[in-house]
Every structure is written in structure tokens, then in C-alpha cells.
């Protein structure tokens, strides 16, 4: 099945002051409306620097991780080498500004100068109670926040 579609970024990531900035494209502010008092955001990126012709064929990894299985399917990661690097991350919001449409948070996995596809307002009930994970990655962080202490790089063969 071929079918095109079509993707206008709304804005890109920067960094100032050691914080990254969500800042949008003037024509996307309104879509601001209503969004103040979200402590959260999911934003939707695109991995542009990894967006290549043979990345995308990538469908399979050897061990990405030093405790998990010799092979996983690339759907089983979080890689940005994919069919469709499309990646979403929720952040913590630490500012924002509506007027010039500049969300600051304090980390996003996205470089400077990455397109942003969309935001959506992160809320309380898209927690799942029951989560289950494989052996493998059940020892990482249950809560995004204790994300940041935790040595990940004892967890990436790269």
C-alpha cells in the first residue's frame, strides 16, 4: 500500500541558557489556547538527523541494551532509527510563554534545530495502573521524573 502524506513541522527545539525551548511557527499560537495549567506536555518530533533512505529499512537491532535480548524488533525500542522517525517525549513544562509561543522545559531527547510535529496536553488518566514491561527493562524508572538520576548509560551498548 503506497500512500503519501504530508507533515508541516509547527516548530523546532532550541536551547538557551541551558534549558530547551519548544518555540512555534507564529501561525500555530493559536492552537495555545487552554494550555496553560498543564504541568506536561507530549511533544511529537521528528528525528531528522537520523532520517535516512537505509535507517528507514532498518526493521531489526542487535542487543541495544546491555541487559536485553541478543535481537529486538526496532518497535520494541525507543531507537530513532526507524521506518518513520517520529518520536514523542513528555516533557515537564518550566515556562511558557503564549504570546511568543516558547514552551522551556528543563530536557527533551530532541537537538537543537529538531522539528516539532505536534503537542498534546499530557493528563492524569493516560497512567496505566497494570503496566507490564519484559525482564529485561522492569529495573528502569517507574516515574518519568526519576528518569533523570538513573544511570542510562549503563543501560545502551552504544
Same mark, same amino acid.
Given at each position: 500500500?503506497?500512500?503519501?502524506?504530508?507533515?508541516?513541522?509547527?516548530?523546532?527545539? +532550541?536551547? &538557551?541558557?541551558?534549558?530547551?525551548?519548544? &518555540?512555534?511557527?507564529?501561525?500555530? +499560537?493559536?492552537?495555545?489556547?487552554?494550555?496553560?495549567?498543564?504541568?506536561?506536555?507530549?511533544?511529537?518530533?521528528?528525528?531528522?538527523?537520523?532520517?535516512? *533512505? &537505509?535507517?528507514? %529499512?532498518?526493521?531489526?537491532?542487535?542487543?541495544?541494551? %546491555?541487559?536485553?535480548?541478543?535481537?529486538?524488533?526496532?518497535?520494541?525500542?525507543?531507537?530513532?532509527?526507524? *521506518?518513520?522517525?517520529?518520536?514523542?517525549?513528555?516533557?515537564?513544562?518550566?515556562?511558557?510563554?503564549?504570546? %511568543?509561543?516558547?514552551?522551556?522545559?528543563?530536557?527533551?531527547?530532541? &537537538? *537543537?534545530?529538531?522539528?516539532? +510535529?505536534?503537542? %498534546?496536553?499530557?493528563?492524569?488518566?493516560?497512567?496505566?495502573?497494570? =503496566?507490564?514491561?519484559?525482564?529485561? =527493562?522492569?529495573?528502569? *524508572?517507574?516515574?518519568?521524573?526519576?528518569?533523570?538520576?538513573?544511570?542510562?548509560?549503563?543501560?545502551?551498548?552504544?
Amino acid at each position: 500500500m503506497e500512500t503519501t502524506i504530508s507533515i508541516t513541522p509547527i516548530g523546532k527545539v +532550541l536551547k &538557551e541558557n541551558g534549558m530547551f525551548i519548544i &518555540e512555534l511557527e507564529k501561525e500555530y +499560537l493559536p492552537a495555545l489556547i487552554g494550555i496553560e495549567g498543564f504541568s506536561h506536555l507530549q511533544i511529537i518530533w521528528w528525528g531528522h538527523l537520523l532520517d535516512k *533512505p &537505509e535507517n528507514r %529499512k532498518v526493521l531489526i537491532t542487535n542487543k541495544p541494551y %546491555k541487559t536485553g535480548p541478543e535481537v529486538l524488533g526496532i518497535y520494541a525500542t525507543h531507537s530513532p532509527v526507524r *521506518p518513520n522517525p517520529i518520536l514523542i517525549t513528555t516533557i515537564a513544562v518550566a515556562s511558557f510563554d503564549k504570546v %511568543k509561543g516558547r514552551i522551556a522545559t528543563g530536557y527533551i531527547d530532541a &537537538e *537543537p534545530g529538531t522539528p516539532i +510535529l505536534d503537542i %498534546k496536553p499530557y493528563h492524569k488518566n493516560e497512567r496505566i495502573r497494570d =503496566c507490564r514491561v519484559p525482564d529485561w =527493562c522492569s529495573h528502569w *524508572p517507574d516515574w518519568n521524573e526519576d528518569s533523570a538520576t538513573f544511570d542510562w548509560q549503563k543501560e545502551f551498548n552504544f
